[in-house]
């Protein structure tokens, strides 16, 4: 059992050699915690990409076995890290977590580890370093052949190893007070019984994935996309965005490659929602609005993987077969009957540009929808600013350069706006101050460098353990002489 981070670390784990010094020590140390964390993360970003596969191909598909090797190879690269016989991750509230930390990206793409842990009744996985190829196999397999919940965690267990399934065992919920086990509060919890509650945002992020995953991988195999789903979670989008928008920008991300065109589609709509409310637009264009921002690139879902996810520059007749995403996409949602003429528009026309130019040409009984325009902002936006296969992320400042060279492609009089309320600093980005303290962006300022900031670490380099809400307007006068020395991005 792993001990919490207040008492980890003392004594060196076997195969960590650290020098002496106190101070190489510590960085040493350091090392290794990041170490472990990166390859935690990406092995459960592969285990719910792995779900996601199996739920779209049979069990012995060549991409499922694929994914599979890799799951095992990347479970392997974190017990090497981490020196581990067993790794537990846990699930509060629809949050992963691990030795009391919730794991911010694995948990935005992990819904369907979240909701297997629904339907079996638990409250987290333990994963045994002997685990194999068909243990891994068979628990995808059970995700998709388990349509109903069972009765108890005991049931569950049962059910595991009468798969087959016999090096992944499943956990006590964190809160379930159904059966009495011994509590040692020195530890962090591992799947013991336990009478404490955590909330997570991150519920919201899980369904704004799902839904756009989910009509992704429907258009692929030609099933219907669930439209109202889109609606009821772009409603959702809408009031969290008017409290909360700086949190979903901090927290929805892509953490890996074959995500970031789901991960692309919640940040465009996280962005036009947003800009839409400064705009004053009432509820009701904002929901279709959010909507039509989460299916717009719908169409991509028939591009071929080899294109969509290319690492390097596309040839001419490689983006002839990209642009073609745009009506692709128009014509999926033409196929349902509660779409709205935004998102018809808004998936024909994000491409194409004010002064009429882009792709694809705009036919005479398709009129361009004239939110489509603040839809192309944000997605030029997001793009510029995104890592992706082919790319390192722009810095806002060089976005806007780029967009603001591109003379007629955006609408001048929304490009402004957009610019004006996103700022040099987008809400949502951690920045670091000349006096050492680093947060989170609020929103922006009157002055584009200089916006509003919550706190979060302070100038000893501790995290902030004052009450919640300590922010910092950097236009104010006693914040003069403080100044941005940095941006972070958080993946």
Request: aromatic share 8%; glycine share 8%; net charge negative.
């Amino acid at each position: 059992m792993a001990v919490d981070s207040g008492m980890a670390g003392d004594v060196p784990k076997e195969g960590c050699r650290f020098p002496q010094g106190v101070a190489a020590l510590e960085d040493n140390k350091k090392e290794c915690v990041m170490k472990v964390d990166s390859e935690l993360n990406d092995f459960l970003i592969l285990l719910s990409r792995g779900m996601g596969i199996r739920k779209l191909y049979f069990a012995k598909h060549n991409k499922v076995r694929e994914v599979v090797s890799n799951i095992i190879k990347s479970l392997n690269a974190y017990f090497q890290a981490s020196q581990e016989e067993e790794l537990f991750v846990g699930i509060i509230e629809g949050t992963l977590i691990y030795n009391g930390r919730r794991l911010t990206g694995p948990s935005v793409v992990g819904h369907q580890l979240v909701q297997l842990a629904d339907r079996l009744s638990c409250g987290g996985f333990t994963f045994l370093r002997t685990v194999s190829v068909q243990d891994i196999a068979r628990l995808l397999d059970l995700n998709v052949e388990l349509s109903q919940p069972v009765g108890s965690l005991t049931e569950a267990r049962q059910l595991l190893l009468s798969r087959g399934i016999n090096n992944i065992t499943v956990a006590y919920k964190y809160s379930d007070p159904s059966e009495m086990v011994p509590r040692d509060r020195k530890f962090t919890w591992m799947g013991k019984d336990a009478d404490l509650v955590m909330q997570s945002p991150d519920l919201l992020f899980q369904a704004l994935f799902d839904v756009v995953e989910s009509a992704h991988g429907n258009a692929l195999l030609g099933c219907n996309i669930d439209i109202e789903s889109a609606k009821s979670v772009s409603e959702y989008l809408l009031q969290y965005t008017r409290s909360n928008f700086s949190d979903i920008m901090q927290h929805i991300h892509y953490p890996n490659f074959d995500t970031y065109t789901v991960g692309h589609s919640v940040r465009v709509a996280s962005l036009a929602v947003y800009i839409g409310t400064t705009l004053g637009l009432d509820d009701t264009t904002l929901l279709d609005l959010g909507t039509a921002a989460l299916l717009h690139d719908v169409g991509k879902s028939k591009i071929p993987e080899e294109i969509l996810f290319k690492p390097d520059r596309l040839t001419d007749n490689e983006f002839a077969v990209m642009k073609g995403h745009s009506p692709l996409g128009a014509e999926i949602l033409l196929g349902h009957t509660n779409t709205t003429a935004m998102d018809i528009a808004v998936a024909w026309g994000h491409h194409i540009h004010y002064n009429g130019k882009g792709y694809p040409e705009l036919p005479d009984w398709l009129p361009r929808h004239p939110l489509t325009a603040l839809m192309q902002i944000c997605d030029v936006f997001e793009a510029l600013t995104a890592i992706r296969p082919y790319k390192p992320p722009f810095s806002p400042h060089e976005a806007y350069s780029i967009m603001l060279a591109d003379k007629g492609t955006y609408h001048p009089a929304l490009l402004a706006h957009f610019i004006a309320v996103v700022g040099l600093y987008p809400p949502g980005n951690v920045v670091k101050l000349s006096d050492g303290r680093k947060g989170v962006v609020v929103s922006a300022g009157k002055n584009l460098s200089r916006p509003q900031i919550e706190i979060s670490v302070a100038e000893d380099s501790e995290e902030y353990k004052g009450s919640p809400g300590y922010r910092l307007d950097l236009a104010s006068p006693e914040s003069q002489k403080l100044y941005i020395t940095g941006l972070e991005r958080e993946c």
